[in-house]
Every structure is written in structure tokens, then in C-alpha cells.
């Protein structure tokens, strides 16, 4: 690895580390809770929806439910009428 493809790298984590904690970056996978914000419902109503097999989709790993950024964006954009 040449010095130059390191220091990019170095910089680009750095960068990433702190865009991430000024919270200008965002996860690809949300939480529940986070889903549940960008999406303007409350938690409760995505837990329903997905104990009923109801839209959106998620992706569940054990115990812990996660729903992708894009995905929601497509289906909210697939629920506009008019």
C-alpha cells in the first residue's frame, strides 16, 4: 500500500467518524425506532404492520430487526396517489 492510498484512507475514516457524529451521515440500516422517525410512524405502528406481514420490508438477524434506507424510500414513494 503506498503512503498515498493510506493517508486517503486515514482521512476518509477521520472524515466519515465525524460526519457520523455530527450526525450528518446516516446508517443504511435503521433500527426500529430510527425507521419508525424517518418515516414519520411511531414504532408501535411498524411493529404491528410487521407482526401482520405488512409493509415496509425489513431484514431480521436473531432478535434484532433492521430496515434499509432505500427500502423505505421505495416504499414510500410506491404509497404516493395523486
Known sequence: MSIETLIESTVRQTAEQHLKQLGLVQPEYLSVAQAAEYVGFSKA?????RSRGYD????KLAQS?????????EWFTAKRRG
Not at 56 to 59: A, E, S, T
Open 45 to 49: 405502528t411498524l411493529d404491528i404492520w
Open 56 to 59: 415496509p420490508p425489513y431484514i
Open 65 to 73: 430487526v433492521r430496515y434499509k434506507r432505500s427500502d423505505l424510500d
